[in-house]
Nanobody
Framework: QVQLVESGGGLVQAGGSLRLSCAAS????????MAWFRQAPGKEREFVAL????????YYAGSVKGRFTISRDNAKNAVYLQMNSLNPEDTAVYYC?????????????????WGQGTQVTVSP
């Protein structure tokens, strides 16, 4: 059974930092792009960041560029999201996702595996 399990969410004050982790099991994802998405209440799920299979390239949404850093450890089958300078607009449930092989992009429908999400709340 393939699973993605996120952890590291929580409550933080504006300006603070959090590091999210995503642990994969059931298959290796070293040949898949991995991404983080988020969904705030009443809003559509939106792309946050992605990293290519070997970790050589990363892409970010404009709203998080310069503040968030995505990384991966293929030996551990894990992906991370370091979030700095958080602000209340970053409040959302954050999801880890694995893309189908060969896809590198920000469209959720091309991601075949999803975690259950972890809540990030940033207070003013």
């Amino acid at each position: 059974q393939v699973q993605l399990v996120e952890s590291g969410g929580g409550l933080v004050q504006a300006g603070g930092s959090l590091r999210l982790s995503c642990a994969a099991s059931g298959r290796t994802f070293s040949d898949s792009a991995m991404a983080w998405f988020r969904q705030a209440p009443g809003k559509e799920r939106e792309f946050v960041a992605l990293i290519t299979p070997a970790g050589s390239n990363t892409y970010y949404a404009g709203s998080v560029k310069g503040r968030f850093t995505i990384s991966r450890d293929n030996a551990k089958n894990a992906v991370y999201l370091q979030m700095n300078s958080l602000n209340p607009e970053d409040t959302a449930v954050y999801y880890c996702a694995a893309a189908r092989r060969g896809y590198i992009g920000s469209t959720p429908s091309f991601y075949d595996y999803w975690g259950q999400g972890t809540q990030v709340t940033v207070s003013p």
